[in-house]
């Protein structure tokens, strides 16, 4: 079934303890719709500068992605420059160009407010409340964000997450967030406020996710190669949701959740091989199902 995201397409210039790239294409939307893009159809609302390369938009339509929600807007592209030390989990903003996402107000085709599973990906909470307000009745909301909003838009921020049912964040943002260092603590204090389901992003650590009083945790891919984490959480998100809107009409059980954890998982351990999208695009479905049984093996006790 058809998920709708909603977030940054960006030039990103990154510098890792393993290298540095400069000006490559990035953005929360970008990295989101590639990884959802391998298991449901995927609509792609974002708006990008006309310095922004005509043959991504084209891969990315290749790839199944729609992008009538796409806007070329006159402007630069949004840019973001950041850095990480030793702690990969870390990221280090540099810089941060809003650029053509200033004055973007998105309006989604008519035929786009129906889609049952949405996804608000990191961006100003203003557009991800325009987005919420013009579709109707979906099955399930998902939002991500980062400290960038939670600083800047913390009011917006919380009217967002007052409305969707999984908001999908990282460990440091979610203590930002609540001011409350005990995760599992944290998590509660942000479900009595709306969500029902916290999924909290740890990289090299795993994910927990939690709802009521169940936790469920998924670890990540032990690997030997890691370049660059930039977009591993987007790459989760969009394993994540796919995973649950291929499911379709069907009703989600507590176990979909948990494979669909699984499946973000194994999604996102690829992204970090490579800077940008690179390792990501290239994937077969041999090589997620690889991981996933990589994930269970884990933690399975012979
Ligand atoms: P992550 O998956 O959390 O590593 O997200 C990485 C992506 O977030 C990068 O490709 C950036 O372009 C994008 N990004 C960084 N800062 C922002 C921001 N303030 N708003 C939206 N997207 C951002």
């Known amino acids: 079934m058809s998920l709708l995201?909603?977030?940054?397409?960006?030039?990103?210039?990154?510098?890792?303890?393993?290298?540095?790239?400069?000006?490559?294409?990035?953005?929360?939307a970008t990295y989101f719709s590639i990884a959802a893009g391998y298991f449901t159809p995927v609509r792609l609302v974002s708006v990008v500068g006309r310095d922004f390369p005509e043959?991504?938009?084209?891969?990315?339509s290749a790839r199944g992605i729609d992008t009538l929600g796409l806007t070329v807007a006159s402007g630069e592209t949004f840019r973001?420059?950041?850095?990480?030390?030793?702690?990969?989990?870390?990221?280090?903003?540099v810089r941060t160009n809003l650029n053509?996402?200033?004055?973007?107000?998105?309006v989604l085709p008519p035929e786009w407010k129906d889609t049952p599973y949405l996804f608000l990906g990191n961006i100003n909470p203003r557009l991800q409340l325009d987005v919420m307000a013009q579709i109707r009745k979906p099955k399930?909301?998902?939002?991500?964000?980062?400290?960038?909003?939670?600083?800047?838009?913390?009011?917006?921020?919380?009217?967002?997450?007052?409305?969707?049912?999984?908001l999908i964040i990282n460990e440091a943002?979610?203590?930002?967030?609540?001011?409350?260092?005990?995760?599992?603590?944290?998590a509660r204090m942000l479900m009595d406020a709306g969500p029902k389901r916290v999924v909290i992003k740890r990289g090299e650590y795993g994910v927990l996710h939690m709802?009521?009083?169940?936790?469920?945790?998924?670890?990540?891919?032990?690997?030997?190669?890691?370049?660059?984490?930039t977009g591993a959480g987007d790459s989760f998100a969009g394993g994540?949701?796919?995973?649950?809107?291929?499911?379709?009409?069907?009703?989600?059980?507590?176990?979909?959740?948990?494979?669909?954890?699984?499946?973000?998982?194994?999604?996102?351990?690829?992204?970090?091989?490579?800077?940008?999208?690179?390792?990501?695009?290239?994937?077969?479905?041999?090589?997620?199902?690889?991981?996933?049984?990589?994930?269970?093996?884990?933690?399975?006790?012979p």
């Not at 991500?144 to 913390?154: G, L, Q, R, Y």
């Not at 943002?173 to 944290?186: D, F, K, Y």
């Not at 709802?211 to 984490?229: K, R, W, Y």
């Open 140 to 166: 399930i909301v998902a939002l991500d964000t980062m400290n960038f909003w939670i600083e800047k838009s913390p009011d917006l921020l919380r009217e967002a997450i007052k409305k969707i049912e999984i």
């Open 100 to 106: 053509v996402f200033e004055e973007f107000a998105p």
């Open 55 to 60: 043959a991504t938009i084209k891969k990315l």
């Open 211 to 229: 709802s009521g009083n169940s936790i469920f945790a998924a670890p990540a891919c032990p690997l030997d190669t890691i370049f660059d984490p």
């Open 240 to 301: 994540f949701m796919g995973y649950l809107a291929s499911k379709g009409d069907k009703e989600i059980s507590e176990a979909d959740y948990r494979m669909a954890t699984v499946y973000g998982s194994a999604v996102a351990s690829f992204t970090v091989e490579a800077f940008g999208t690179q390792r990501l695009e290239s994937l077969s479905s041999d090589d997620i199902a690889q991981r996933v049984s990589l994930l269970r093996s884990l933690t399975e006790i």
């Open 173 to 186: 943002e979610v203590r930002q967030l609540t001011g409350e260092l005990n995760l599992v603590r944290a």
């Open 80 to 93: 973001w420059k950041g850095f990480y030390e030793n702690d990969l989990n870390v990221a280090h903003t």
């Open 5 to 28: 995201v909603v977030g940054s397409m960006a030039f990103d210039s990154i510098k890792s303890p393993f290298g540095e790239a400069e000006q490559i294409v990035g953005g929360s």
